[in-house]
C-alpha cells in the first residue's frame, strides 16, 4: 500500500475519515434507502483502492500516477451515477426498460474497474475467478450440456452486473457491506485502538505460560480470542505472530512448527463467535436465519476446532520436552485484573444480540462504549490523532472488502442468472452417486480449490453459491450445509499450493513457505474433521436435547483427542504405527457414530489412551 505525503494525505485522509463517519451515522441512526446506500458506499470506497494501491512494483510509491488519478475519478463516477437516479432505477423493470447509452459507458467501465481492483487489493486469483465468470457469462450459449444458456445481449449483460438491485456490484453483497460490515470493521479497529488486542495477549501468556509447551499454547488462546476482533487471518498471524513466533521458537519449537501453529491459531479467528469475520453476517442475509442464532450454532465447533489443536501441541510439547514460560516472564495476574473491563465489549455485543438489536446498531453503542473504556488508562485513551487513524484505516480495509464483495456480486450474478449454479449441483449428485459422504468430500475438495489465493469472504460466497445448493438435495439442513461451506472457506487459507495464512506465518518464522503450508495442512487436520461432524451430528449446532448436544460435544472431543494422537504419534509415550492407525480408527467412530459402534470407539480410544500411560 502506498505511503503519501504533504497535502494529498491531508485530502485523503479527510475523505477516508468522512466515508467512516457517514458509515457510524448510518449504523446508528438508520440507513438510506438501499440502492443510495450502496451507491454512496462504492462511491467513497472504491476510488481509495486505486489511489493507495499501486498498480505494478514499478509505480508510483508515495503518490498515484495519472491513469491511478483518472480511474479514481471513474470508480467515482458510476456510484454517483446510481445514486443520483436511485428513485428511477428503482422503479425501473430489469429485463425489460431500455439500458441508456451512458449506463452501458458506465457499467462497462466499472465492472472493468472493479476486476482491476481486485487484483490490486485482494488477489490475481479473485481478479482471475471474475473474469471467468464474465467470460461464461458472454460464451455460455456455447457451452455444452447442463451449462449451456441462452445468452443474453451485452445491454442486458450490463444490466445484470451494474443496474440488478439484489445482484451484480450493487446487490444484497454491497448492502450487507455497506449496512453491518463497515461498522464492525471499525469496532475491530476501535478494540485494538484501545489495547484491546494487547489485552488479550497477556490475557493468553497468563492463562498458558505455565503450562508445558506454553508458547504455543498461548498462540492458540491468543489467536482465538484476537481473532474475533481482527476478521482477517493474515492480520492475525502478523498481530499475534510477531509476539508468538517468536516465543515458540525460544521455546524448541522448530521454525516452521511454529508458523504452523500460529497459521492454524489465526485462521480459526474467523470461525470463533461472536464476530467471525464477515462470514456470519453474510450467512444471515443468504440463509434469512438470525445472526444470534448462527453465532450460537457455531460455538461449539469453534471450541472443537481449538481443542484439537491444544491437543496438537500438547502432545508435540509432550514429546519434545518442551518447557513452560518462567514465572518472572509471566504478567501477574492483579495487573490483568485492572484490565477485566476489555472483556466487556465482547459481552456487550452478545448482550445486545440476544436483547433483539441488530448487528449494526449492537456494535454502533459497543463503540461508543469502548470510546468511553479507553480512557479509565492513560496509556489507552483514543486522542483524537488516534481516533483519526483509526476511521481512515477502517475506511481502507472496508474498501477492500467492498471489492471483494462488488466482484462476488458479479460472479453469484452470474452463476445465479444462467442456472450455472443449479448445473453444478445436478453435477455433484451424479459424481457421488447419491452418497452424502462423498458429496461432502467433493464439495469440501471444490471449495479447498476455489479458495486458494481468494479472502474468506468471497470464497464463501462463491462456494456457498454452488455447494450448499447441492448439500441441500441430500436433506442437509439449510444451517449445516452454510455453516459446512464456511469452513472450508476459512479453511483454505491453510491448503496448500497457495496457503496464505501459513505463508504469511512463515514470513516471520524464516521457514521454507511451502514446507511450513504442508506442516499446517497436516496439524489442522482434527480442525478439517469438524465440520464432517457437525453434518452427521446436528446436536454440534445446538439442534437437539441438552443431552444429544453433551453427548455429541464429548464424543467429538474425544474422537479430535485421538485423531491429534494419531498425527502427532505421541500421547505419554511414543505410538507406533499400529497404535496410530487404531487412534484414527477411534476418532473416525466417534466423528461419525453410527448405533452401537461409538461404544467401541469410547472402548478402543479408553484403552489406547491407558495403555499410553501405563507404558509411561
Not at 448510518?26 to 470506497?45: A, I, N, V, Y
Not at 425501473?92 to 439500458?99: H, Q
Not at 465440520?531 to 446436536?539: D, M, N, S, Y
Amino acid at each position: 500500500m502506498r505511503t503519501l505525503t504533504g497535502w494529498l494525505k491531508v485530502t485523503i485522509l479527510i475523505y477516508g475519515v468522512s466515508a467512516a463517519l457517514l458509515h457510524l451515522y448510518t449504523s446508528g441512526f438508520g440507513t438510506f434507502e438501499p440502492r443510495t446506500q450502496r451507491g454512496l458506499h462504492l462511491l467513497f470506497l472504491l476510488p481509495l483502492i486505486y489511489i493507495l494501491f499501486p498498480a505494478t512494483k514499478n509505480s508510483p510509491k508515495n503518490r498515484p500516477s495519472l491513469l491511478d488519478a483518472i480511474a479514481s475519478l471513474l470508480c467515482f463516477a458510476g456510484p454517483a451515477y446510481i445514486v443520483w437516479n436511485a428513485e428511477r432505477l428503482n422503479f425501473r423493470m430489469v429485463g425489460m426498460d431500455e439500458v441508456l447509452p451512458m449506463e452501458m459507458i458506465l457499467g462497462t467501465t466499472l465492472v472493468l474497474l472493479v476486476v482491476e481492483a481486485a487484483r490490486r487489493a485482494l488477489s490475481r486469483w479473485m481478479a482471475l475467478t471474475i473474469a471467468i465468470a464474465l467470460f461464461y457469462l458472454a460464451t455460455a450459449p456455447y457451452w455444452p450440456g447442463l451449462m449451456k444458456f441462452k445468452g443474453y445481449s451485452f445491454p442486458r449483460m450490463v444490466e445484470v452486473l451494474f443496474l440488478a438491485g439484489d445482484e451484480g456490484i450493487f446487490g444484497f453483497l454491497i448492502g450487507i457491506s455497506s449496512n453491518i460490515l463497515f461498522i464492525y470493521i471499525l469496532f475491530a479497529g476501535i478494540m485494538i485502538s484501545a489495547g484491546v488486542g494487547n489485552f488479550l495477549i497477556d490475557f493468553a501468556v497468563w492463562a498458558a505460560g505455565w503450562a508445558k509447551g506454553g508458547p504455543a499454547k498461548i498462540a492458540v488462546i491468543s489467536s482465538s480470542l484476537y481473532g474475533t476482533v481482527s476478521g482477517s487471518t493474515v492480520a492475525n498471524v502478523y498481530a499475534t505472530g510477531s509476539f508468538t513466533i517468536p516465543l515458540m521458537k525460544k521455546g524448541k519449537f522448530v521454525p516452521k512448527q511454529a508458523a504452523a501453529i500460529e497459521a492454524i491459531s489465526s485462521t480459526g479467528g474467523q470461525l470463533m463467535p461472536p464476530i467471525m469475520g464477515a462470514g456470519a453476517f453474510i450467512m444471515s442475509e443468504i440463509t434469512g436465519i438470525p445472526y444470534f442464532k448462527i453465532i450460537q450454532a457455531a460455538a461449539i465447533p469453534a471450541l472443537l476446532y481449538y481443542l484439537g489443536l491444544f491437543f496438537v501441541v500438547h502432545f508435540i510439547s509432550l514429546k519434545q520436552g518442551m518447557a513452560c514460560i518462567p514465572k518472572a516472564e509471566r504478567p501477574s495476574i492483579f495487573p490483568m485484573l485492572r484490565h477485566a473491563y476489555y472483556f466487556l465489549p465482547f459481552i456487550l455485543v452478545v448482550a445486545f444480540l440476544g436483547y433483539g438489536y441488530s448487528p449494526s446498531k449492537s456494535a454502533f453503542y459497543v463503540v461508543l462504549i469502548i470510546f468511553g473504556l479507553s480512557f479509565l488508562d492513560r496509556r489507552t485513551w483514543l486522542t483524537p490523532k488516534k481516533v483519526l487513524d483509526t476511521l481512515f484505516q477502517a475506511a481502507v480495509n472496508a474498501a477492500i472488502i467492498a471489492t471483494a464483495l462488488a466482484g462476488s456480486g458479479m460472479v453469484v450474478g452470474v452463476l445465479t442468472r444462467t442456472g450455472a449454479a443449479l448445473a453444478f449441483g445436478s453435477v455433484l449428485l451424479i459424481a457421488s452417486f447419491n452418497n452424502l459422504l462423498f458429496a461432502m468430500i467433493l464439495v469440501f475438495l471444490v471449495v479447498s480449490v476455489l479458495g486458494t489465493g481468494i479472502p474468506t469472504t468471497p470464497a464463501y460466497i462463491i462456494a456457498v453459491t454452488v455447494g450448499a445448493s447441492a448439500l441441500g438435495k441430500f436433506d442437509v439442513a439449510l444451517l449445516s450445509a452454510h455453516l459446512f461451506v464456511f469452513y472450508y472457506a476459512v479453511l483454505s487459507d491453510l491448503t496448500p499450493p497457495d496457503a496464505i495464512t501459513a505463508f504469511a506465518a512463515a514470513n516471520l518464522a524464516g521457514s521454507e513457505m511451502m514446507a511450513t503450508g504442508i506442516e499446517a495442512f497436516k496439524l489442522g487436520i482434527a480442525g478439517f474433521l469438524i465440520p464432517f461432524a457437525f453434518v452427521f451430528q446436528p446436536a454440534l449446532l445446538l439442534q437437539g436435547t441438552l443431552s444429544e448436544i453433551l453427548m455429541a460435544t464429548g464424543l467429538t472431543a474425544l474422537g479430535v483427542a485421538c485423531l491429534s494422537a494419531f498425527l502427532v504419534g505421541y500421547v505419554w509415550s511414543p505410538l507406533n504405527w499400529l497404535h496410530r492407525l487404531l487412534f484414527a480408527s477411534a476418532a473416525i467412530l466417534l466423528v461419525f457414530p453410527t448405533i452401537g459402534l461409538e461404544l467401541v470407539g469410547i472402548g478402543l480410544s479408553g484403552g489406547l489412551f491407558v495403555w499410553a500411560r501405563i507404558k509411561k
